[in-house]
């Protein structure tokens, strides 16, 4: 208990809104609260409902608004970041559940375990390519890590994978929450479940080649990271049981 109050003392959470569904976003702040953090920082992508606006104002936690509406949470959240003050950072959606906060930080990364997610455990770029998922919310970063990695303002990509396929190319190691403390909620008329799965796969494919781009991965081995999306893109989910078959022994080791 006494490791898991140091870690709290140093933790900042920040989490972008626009609009959220206003209970949901009352418990998520009301569960936030519980855990104590060093601070929480709400940055407003231009919402326009005014209940939600004063729920905001008057939580008693730091209040920050976006210059314009960007329409996804790559702004919100480079504008917390950039005024966090804790040695750790911590994304939270406004109307998810961060539940508890882990006992220890043994390496920079500690990963949530998400109600809506397989076990990351065994995570590696490889199988996040193969199969991209949503797991950046609710993990714990290292603030100086966490600016360097900073969201992209570009809504043709996946956020929260691109910068997990950074970390993970960049071999920094992970540890992952024994037990399921993040709740996903699923919201109707979302992008995630408006869109067509199509829409969501070629996404992916952009985000594994801005993830390239970034990190200047070499012409071979970005040729091999746009295969795997691309297996993903034609089998979805059965992409890892094809992964034999479609790529060569070569490529793979």
Do not use: W
């Not at 750790?88 to 508890?100: G, I, P, Q, T």
């Not at 970390?167 to 929450?177: I, N």
């Amino acid at each position: 208990m006494k490791e898991n109050k140091m870690i709290h003392q140093h933790l900042s959470i920040v989490v972008p809104f626009y609009n959220p569904p206003y209970e949901a976003f009352k418990t998520c702040l009301e569960n936030i609260r519980v855990l104590d953090p060093l601070e929480v920082i709400l940055v407003d992508d231009c919402s326009t409902d005014t209940a939600i606006i004063a729920l905001a104002k008057q939580s008693g936690f730091t209040y920050l608004k976006t210059p314009y509406q960007s329409g996804h949470d790559g702004l919100p959240f480079n504008i917390g970041l950039q005024h966090v003050k804790g040695t750790y950072v911590c994304k939270v959606d406004a109307d998810d559940l961060l539940l508890e906060l882990p006992a220890t930080m043994p390496y920079n990364i500690h990963l949530a375990r998400i109600n809506r997610s397989v076990d990351p455990t065994n995570l590696t770029l490889e199988e996040l390519i193969l199969a991209p998922r949503s797991i950046h919310n609710g993990a714990i970063i290292t603030t100086d890590i966490a600016r360097d990695v900073t969201f992209s303002n570009d809504h043709a990509i996946f956020n929260d994978v691109l910068t997990l396929l950074r970390l993970l190319y960049r071999k920094e190691r992970f540890s992952v929450h024994p037990t399921m403390n993040y709740i996903y909620n699923d919201i109707p008329n979302s992008i995630q479940t408006s869109k067509p799965r199509h829409y969501h796969r070629l996404r992916h494919i952009q985000t594994v080649a801005r993830f390239c781009q970034l990190e200047a991965v070499s012409h071979e081995q970005s040729e091999y990271f746009l295969k795997l999306a691309m297996l993903n893109f034609r089998y979805g989910a059965k992409a890892r049981n094809m992964l034999k078959t479609h790529i060569s022994s070569k490529e793979l080791a």
